[in-house]
């Protein structure tokens, strides 16, 4: 691992190589001082002789820089996702971002040079070339999601595009540059040794506990993580489409199911709510302001009671509250799938209380508005989408649970009882939001003739996809109930149901403790035991040839949600859910005649196409 004073073009291109494996490697959640810096030339870049290497160097330090200031400020991460630890390495080098790149501008204007004088270039220059390219965009991209603009985007999404492209050239001459020598002892460990890295160099640094040596990952495979990486940060951009915050919510559950690592999801993060507003552009709070005017109207947005003081005083403070917890369901969203859920699960207890508070908001200000206008009714106006998001909140926690495999077979049931029982609670807030913006909008008519200077304004009534979309999650929820009825009936569930020293309730209890915390602000939100054991008590009273009734139920579901599926339009991308709900349809009809009734082995939940809605496999 020793530094050669002159390195040769070989040399350089496998110290950039190696160099990006590191990165990527501390990207993994390793640290930094048993990866990048484990280069020896990154430790004394004065000295670097040749100027592609020294530029390489600084853009390497200048990208664990970055990204470090990034992760860092999003919080989107855990200890095994992302070590921030410098170890008091100093890893801000002396040149800005501007002259980091302009060092790797240079070094390609000089072999560019060379090409435009149809001098003799060898493929050594050539790769060094794309090397120089891929650190010059790769610094530049992070460079402009730190200091992020809106006006910029446009210029990011093409920043990232080249990047991802100019990975390309990189895999193909990776044969070129010096490759590591990894040698085995006569006990079988495995040494690797490569020039300008010394891999234990930091080993002292580190804590005394086991395991002390890490293996960095090889160039292929870290070139494919960064095609990730950089696949997912192009991704990212699309948040720019998003002009409400159902939207905004939506596109970050969506990412969040593509398994983005660390570094995309704190670049979403970091930009959506760039020094606590939208894009770095708008205020948060608006957003939420205009997704509450949007599902409910409430009348004390309008100008005649929005005037007063106490009113205003009012919706400033719920608005306030709910953009904080807005934010906070934004950022358990951009973690890990693992974190998520825990994450979701202490959100639901402010969600409550918050609630709590909102039905209070609305008395005072149903109140208030009576004394100057006896028909208007602002009871629910503002509770109402709040229940929404609270029960968003809670569908999301248990669907987690089906992308974790936390749940067991015998399980199902209960957890889509407990999902048809949020989905029905889900379809009654958007249709008390719906009647809501009519009782609003005849009040609004008046109002506007009355006052002169007052203007109707034009809403984004986006219900209609919001409660079919409902209506198609309950339909699939009592879809799969009754299949798993019928299958509990037919035996295949037996084994799981009769476990020695196994108590339903107690595992009932404690697989959804944290929604039952709800209980104490919503007392009707969770599903109580009791409640579904007298849901479930087809299975117990079940006589012989029941469970063709329940298939036959369960198939008549599936029918009805793929007759809604097939009206709605493409763009809304159901074509997933659609083709596994067509795949249950088939399965449910051969359950119907008979397919492997004699056979004890339970079902299998299939996820493989649709994260959400699995394909059942009667096996």
């Not at 959100?347 to 006896?374: F, V």
């Not at 006052?451 to 339909?475: A, C, E, F, I, P």
Request: hydrophobic share 35%; aromatic share 10%.
């Amino acid at each position: 691992g020793l530094v050669h004073p002159s390195p040769s073009l070989a040399d350089i291109i496998g110290i950039s190589d190696e160099l990006m494996s590191c990165i990527a490697t501390w990207l993994e959640g390793h640290s930094l001082a048993q990866t990048v810096l484990t280069c020896l030339h990154l430790h004394n870049i004065p000295n670097i002789t040749s100027a592609p290497l020294s530029a390489i160097c600084n853009a390497v330090l200048k990208i664990c820089e970055l990204t470090n200031h990034i992760v860092s400020s999003a919080a989107c991460y855990e200890e095994e996702d992302f070590l921030t630890c410098t170890y008091g390495f100093d890893i801000s080098p002396q040149p800005s971002s501007t002259k980091v790149i302009l060092n790797l501008k240079d070094c390609e204007d000089d072999i560019n040079k060379k090409l435009k004088r149809n001098e003799k270039v060898n493929e050594e220059e050539l790769a060094i070339l794309s090397r120089l390219k891929f650190w010059k965009y790769f610094v530049l991209v992070l460079t402009k999601i730190q200091r992020f603009e809106h006006s910029n985007m446009d210029a990011l999404k093409s920043d990232i595009s080249t990047l991802f492209h100019s990975l390309a050239p990189v895999q193909r001459t990776l044969p070129l540059g010096t490759q590591p020598v990894v040698t085995t002892s006569d006990s079988g460990q495995k040494t690797k040794t490569m020039t300008g890295f010394e891999y234990l160099i930091n080993q002292r640094l580190l804590s005394s506990t086991p395991p002390r040596y890490i293996s960095i990952t090889e160039r292929p495979e870290a070139c494919q993580y960064l095609l990730r990486v950089f696949a997912h940060l192009d991704l990212m951009t699309g948040v720019a489409e998003c002009t409400t915050l159902s939207g905004i919510i939506r596109f970050f559950v969506k990412f969040s199911e593509q398994g983005p690592t660390v570094l995309p999801r704190s670049c979403l993060y970091y930009i959506v709510l760039f020094e606590n507003k939208f894009l770095g552009n708008e205020d948060f709070v608006k957003y939420v302001k205009d997704e509450v005017r949007n599902f409910s109207h409430p009348i004390s947005f309008l100008t005649p009671f929005i005037s007063d003081r106490f009113i205003k005083g009012i919706i400033d403070k719920f608005l306030d509250d709910v953009s904080v917890c807005v934010q906070d369901y934004l950022h358990a969203m951009s973690h890990n799938k693992g974190r998520q859920r825990r994450k979701l699960g202490g959100l639901l207890g402010t969600l409550g209380r918050l609630y709590s508070r909102t039905e209070e908001y609305d008395n005072l200000i149903h109140n208030r508005i009576a004394k100057q206008e006896s028909t208007a009714n602002h009871i629910r106006a503002l509770s109402c989408w709040m229940l929404f998001i609270t029960v968003e909140v809670m569908i999301k926690y248990l669907l987690l649970g089906w992308e974790l495999e936390l749940y067991q077979i015998h399980e199902s049931h209960y957890v889509y009882c407990y999902l048809e029982h949020l989905f029905t609670w889900l379809r009654q807030t958007v249709l008390c939001g719906q009647a809501l913006i009519q009782s609003s909008e005849s009040l609004e008519k008046k109002l506007v003739k009355r006052h002169k200077n007052m203007k109707k304004k034009k809403r984004d009534k986006s219900h209609g996809m919001v409660l079919q979309m409902t209506n198609v999650y309950q339909m699939l929820s009592h879809a799969y109930i009754k299949a798993m009825e019928g299958f509990a009936i037919q035996g295949k569930l037996n084994d799981y149901l009769h476990r020695r020293y196994d108590n339903e309730e107690i595992r009932f209890r404690q697989r959804f403790s944290p929604l039952s915390m709800q209980s104490l602000t919503i007392s009707y939100l969770p599903l109580d035991y009791s409640t579904y054991v007298s849901l479930s008590h087809v299975i117990s009273d079940a006589k012989a040839g029941k469970e063709y009734e329940l298939f036959n139920e369960s198939l008549d579901c599936f029918k009805s949600v793929k007759e809604i599926l097939d009206k709605i339009p493409q763009e809304h991308s159901v074509e997933f859910l659609s083709k596994v709900v067509k795949m249950n349809c088939v399965q449910m009809s051969l359950a119907i005649k008979g397919h492997n009734k004699d056979s004890s082995e339970p079902p299998i939940l299939d996820f493989s196409i649709c994260q959400n809605v699995p394909f059942i496999k009667v096996v």
